[in-house]
């Protein structure tokens, strides 16, 4: 049974960093693209990149500027970094596997973590 | 890369059949068969009901089924039961390497 975890601080000041971490169990993180997709309070569903076990990465065209994705095969884990956030970037973040051509079905899903930005 | 289009809302009895539409643009929806459904009970993970457009993952009742038309995915629900009272969400590749989701429907079972 694939399980993800997130992990990270709930709360973030307005122009700082927000840093996630998804843990994987069940499953080699070498074999699959992960994805992370946040969800404001209210609001739908939005993709906001995934990662490829050799490190390549796809990110919303939105996000991009301020994002960056990494993996630790070590850990089996890959991480979110969101720079520069602001009162919009409030919202329940899950990581979830990409599966399928060009990584387009998510078929397991963390709980999700809601984080704040608040100073 | 705009969401896809979807009704806030959707209704229907025990027992009817309940379509939802998931409206694109030939970017995304209309140019790939790449269109899946989530559902997503209150507080929980989504759960995948349908992947490219018409394809159910195993364990996922035959009564929820996709299909496209053009630009536009839609998930029929037959058979309307109490559990299936949620949100739905519809995502597509959207070319560039990038995916996108629509705006959720909420699925009441009246």
């Known amino acids: 049974q694939v399980q993800l975890q997130e992990s990270g601080p709930g709360l973030v000041k307005p122009s700082e960093t927000l840093s996630l971490t998804c843990t994987v169990s069940g499953a080699s993180i070498s074999i699959s693209s992960w994805s992370w997709i946040r969800q404001p309070a209210g609001k739908g569903l939005e993709w906001i990149g995934h990662i490829y076990p050799s490190g390549s990465t796809n990110y919303n065209p939105s996000l991009k500027s301020r994002l960056t994705m990494s993996v630790d095969m070590s850990k089996n884990q890959f991480s979110l970094k969101l720079s520069s956030v602001t009162a919009a970037d409030a919202a329940v973040y899950s990581c979830?596997?990409?599966?399928?051509?060009?990584?387009?079905?998510?078929?397991?899903w963390g709980q999700g973590t809601l984080v704040t930005v608040s100073s | 890369q705009s969401a896809l289009t979807q009704p806030p809302s959707a209704s229907g009895s025990p027992g009817q059949s309940v379509t939802i539409s998931c409206t694109g643009t030939s970017s995304d929806v209309g140019g790939y068969n790449f269109v899946s459904w989530y559902q997503q009970h209150p507080g929980k993970a989504p759960k995948v009901m349908i992947y490219e457009v018409s394809k159910r993952p195993s364990g996922v009742p035959d009564r929820f089924s996709g299909s496209k038309s053009g630009n536009t995915a839609s998930l029929t629900v037959s058979g309307l039961q109490a559990e299936d009272e949620a949100d739905y969400y519809c995502?597509?590749?959207?070319?560039?390497?990038?995916?996108?989701f629509g705006g959720g429907t909420k699925l009441t079972v009246l």
């Open positions: 979830a596997r990409s599966t399928g051509d060009y990584g387009a079905l998510f078929d397991y």
């Open positions: 995502s597509s590749y959207g070319g560039s390497n990038n995916l996108v």
